[in-house]
């Protein structure tokens, strides 16, 4: 039985609609962070999904060392709470560090485990300890049935809000996989899974000094995710993702959301009205 995850009037499981997280890699700057959540807020509203708006305050795991990295803790939870008021819309960010927990939990309504962290004990019991929603992306290195004791750790800190991420597994240099098994096994630890459909095409360090992707096939991992019977999807977008600073070459172009969001719901109510209450 999966547990379902519930925040305000957005629920992660069951037979629910797919939720849609979805944003910027990184805050580039107040505007356009803004300009982004607006839109998002738009198509999600007309098409009636669950949505959550992600961004991160700072990127730690780049490439290279001069990579852009965002504005930080500071600056950056202040422009995600001024979206979160202003758009009325939960949000969702990633923290690095045991110092970063409750300072962004002062904001966040999820916390998100990056998939290089998935295993760091400390890190995981200070984000169960906010009390918040904790997102745990699983390792490219992990099998899914790995992500079990992974999910112990935060239930043994007191917390069962629990979402797990698959965003692709490693194959090979610079390449990652998605095995669709793998949404089924990790529904059976009993918490809603969500499927990163732009970090999956991602090519980790495929240009030397930064990342590549192939963003062609975000759709086609997306419809299979949501067919696969995954509880969410995770994406992130962008108005002009050849300008993007982190994770262009993987990103959605916003302008191409709406028409693949229908067809995903589409999809989704099919895998729902068959999936056992």
């Given amino acids: 039985m999966v547990r379902t995850v519930k925040l305000d009037q957005v629920a992660f499981g069951g037979n629910k609609p797919f ?13 356009l962070t803004l300009k982004i ?11 009636k999904i669950p949505f959550v708006f992600k961004a991160s305050f700072d990127k730690a795991n780049r490439t290279a060392l001069r990579s852009f990295r965002g504005p930080g803790l500071k600056k950056g939870l202040e422009i995600l709470a001024e979206i979160k008021q202003d758009v009325g819309v939960p949000i969702l960010t ?48 992990l099998a899914p049935w790995d992500m079990t004791q992974v999910a112990r750790k935060v239930e043994a800190s007191g917390n069962r809000k629990i979402l797990l991420t698959d965003r692709g597994t490693s194959f090979g240099y610079n390449t990652l996989i998605s095995d669709f098994r793998g949404i089924g ?8 899974v969500i499927f990163d ?4 095409v ?5 240009k030397g000094t930064a990342s590549g992707g192939q963003s062609e096939f975000v759709p086609l991992l997306s419809r299979a995710a949501v067919a696969a019977g995954c509880d969410g999807l995770f994406m992130e977008v962008h108005p002009d993702p050849a300008r993007a600073k982190s994770d262009g ?25 068959r999936r056992p209450a």
């Fill in 19 to 31: 939720v849609l997280i979805a944003g910027p890699c990184v805050i580039e700057s107040k505007a």
């Fill in 37 to 47: 959540a607006l839109q998002l807020a738009d198509i999600t509203q007309r098409l």
């Fill in 94 to 141: 990633d923290i690095h560090s045991v110092d970063q927990a409750d300072a962004a939990a002062q904001v966040a309504d999820i916390l998100q485990i990056p998939a290089f962290l998935c295993r760091q004990t400390d890190l995981l019991v200070a984000a169960a300890r906010t009390g918040k929603i904790v997102n745990i992306k699983k390792g490219q290195f």
């Fill in 185 to 192: 096994i990790m529904r059976e630890i009993g918490y809603p």
């Fill in 197 to 200: 459909a732009t970090h999956s």
């Fill in 202 to 206: 991602q090519q980790p360090g495929g």
């Fill in 249 to 273: 070459p993987n990103m959605i172009d916003l302008k191409t959301l709406e028409d693949l969001l229908v067809d995903l719901t589409a999809i989704d109510q099919i895998v729902k009205r």
